[in-house]
């Protein structure tokens, strides 16, 4: 058997309705992360400029346009949502798969259920789907012939997987979808830290609201006969299929998503937190922080790292400007980024005084660890953190009390006090198994 004819089974078959409640949970959670990213990041010029050409190019719909009262296409809706949700590098992730499963598959769920009217056990079933399949085929990614470790090659599987749950769509189908989306997913070969560019920071970014729209394409064309290599995961040169197969139903991938308390990329964060937490320890205040040394892994040294970044794109991909903010603001300057912080000299001057070295011991932990130390000048002489694991990784995880204080940050000034606590009561029902309130919430203006 295929192995896109066993994930489509595993849709069909009701496997991931089977899902223990722990599980079932965490989808909630990642739905909740996922929206309250997308308000963080809706007015940015990324999601802004998805918005608009989402409209034009997709069409009217009845798939909602998160917090407004327009009304999309499935795949314009889900396209212009996914790119709200990763436009500011604030949504989940996945050490496994190396990226962000939430940013497509929430928006997907989310869409189709215009289309088909889903219970809440089909609604959370189908997040579980999706998480499961796209971080699967991540994880199993042969490097030696799949060069590009982005998001938008493997996050369209599980909008495949997803929308498909919901739209019940059949076995040979869903087994067709997934292979038609495979061929068809953007190569990603030029952006990111393991691109070919030099200049990263755009908002082409992973190419993850592509890859949406390339897995719900790959279902409608699916359901009128296309076809696509049903093998295409079949291949030891690419992918290994023992990591895809293996625990299926059994064991849950998508129990080991972190959230984000930062919204820059995740290989800046623990050097963030070791920071943050060294500051508070010694009782250190910004201006103390004369340099940093920050010990890390190579993969971090990758990354744009512009001292003085002209866009949020840039910044959040730069370590030294995102740990100066933090240093000199504190972590709320970072949740979400402002642009504002562009302009600050004083931010600019610090991050020009932050060298990286790679750290033996904490390279070879990567990618299952992202780990780093910082070693800090002060008026006092040289001290050095411990080692750290970044805060919501599965050993520091953001639980919902921190996910909720995460949405009352970044919904300051977007809203109302009373719409504000509209949204509370929404995300006490989320949080008791109940998405639908918070579902209406999220689908009308603000």
């Not at 034009?56 to 396209?79: N, Q």
């Not at 990614?141 to 909008?159: E, F, H, T, V």
């Not at 049903?230 to 064991?251: C, E, V």
């Not at 390279?363 to 002060?378: C, G, I, N, S």
């Amino acid at each position: 058997m295929y192995l896109t004819t066993l994930l489509a089974e595993c849709i069909a078959d009701r496997v991931f309705h089977a899902a223990p409640v722990e599980v079932r949970n965490k989808a909630l959670a990642c739905l909740f992360d996922a929206v309250v990213c997308a308000l963080a990041g809706e007015n940015t010029t990324g999601s802004t400029s998805a918005r608009l050409v989402a409209a034009r190019i997709f069409g009217p719909g009845r798939a909602p346009l998160w917090f407004s009262d327009d009304r999309l296409s499935t795949a314009g809706a889900a396209f212009a949502n996914s790119a709200s949700v990763c436009a500011l590098d604030f949504d989940d992730g996945h050490r496994a798969a190396r990226g962000h499963p939430g940013a497509a598959v929430i928006p997907a769920v989310l869409a189709a259920c215009a289309e088909s009217a889903a219970d809440p056990e089909d609604f959370v079933a189908a997040i579980v789907a999706g998480y499961e399949i796209a971080i699967r085929i991540a994880a199993a990614q042969n490097p030696d012939n799949i060069k590009s470790r982005q998001s938008g090659l493997w996050a369209g599987y599980g909008a495949v997987a997803a929308a498909g749950s919901i739209l019940n769509t059949s076995r040979d189908r869903l087994a067709l979808a997934l292979a038609i989306n495979g061929v068809w997913a953007p190569n990603q070969a030029a952006n990111g830290s393991s691109g070919y560019s030099k200049l990263t920071g755009n908002h082409a970014k992973e190419g993850i609201p592509w890859s949406v729209v390339t897995g719900l394409t790959a279902l409608e064309l699916a359901e009128e006969g296309f076809t696509g290599p049903a093998d295409i995961l079949d291949h030891a040169s690419h992918f290994n299929g023992k990591r895809i197969r293996s625990g299926l139903g059994l064991t849950w991938e998508i129990l080991g998503t972190y959230f984000k308390p930062y919204s820059c990329c995740r290989y800046i964060h623990p050097a963030i937190d070791a920071t943050l937490d060294l500051m508070r320890s010694r009782r250190l205040e910004p201006k103390d922080v004369l340099s940093i040394e920050v010990q890390t892994f190579q993969w971090a040294q990758r990354l744009q790292n512009k001292v003085m970044p002209k866009t949020l794109v840039e910044a959040q991909y730069s370590l030294p400007f995102c740990l100066a903010a933090a240093i000199r603001h504190g972590a709320s300057a970072l949740a979400p980024i402002d642009e504002q912080l562009l302009e600050d000299g004083d931010i600019c001057s610090l991050a020009g005084a932050v060298t990286l070295t790679v750290d033996d011991r904490i390279d070879q932990k990567f990618p299952a660890e992202t780990l780093a130390r910082v070693m800090l000048t002060t008026p006092s002489g040289e001290i050095t953190s411990t080692t750290a694991t970044p805060r919501g990784d599965v050993r520091r995880p953001m639980l919902w009390d921190e996910l909720e204080k995460k949405f009352h940050e970044v919904c300051s000034g977007k809203m109302t006090t009373a719409r504000e606590e509209a949204f509370d009561r929404a995300i006490d029902h989320l949080k008791s198994g109940d998405p639908l309130p918070f579902l209406q919430e999220i689908s009308a203006d603000l």
